[in-house]
């Protein structure tokens, strides 16, 4: 009679820990962290001359702002 018991207990504990179980607890921060995503190559930006949106792999960049072309950064 109490194997019987501890078998069932047995059977249940291991279908907890094989089925139920599997996710891992989460994380929780008390501060989020607000990472700044570095722009990447296919990003549109706006020239800062004429307001024209470009790739940002094909802008010129100077003085850290973007521009569309060659006669964008000499008007600025």
Not at 23 to 31: A, L
Not at 43 to 69: P, R, W
Request: hydrophobic share 35%.
């Amino acid at each position: 009679m109490i194997y019987e018991i501890l078998l069932i207990i047995a059977v249940i504990g291991i279908v907890y820990f094989m089925f139920i179980k599997k996710k891992p607890p989460r994380k929780f921060s008390k501060t989020p962290s607000k990472k700044k995503e570095k722009p990447q190559s296919n990003d549109m930006v706006e020239c800062e001359s004429c307001g024209v949106y470009v790739e940002l792999g094909e802008a010129i960049i100077s003085s850290n702002k973007y521009y569309c072309c060659d006669e964008c950064v000499d008007k600025a």
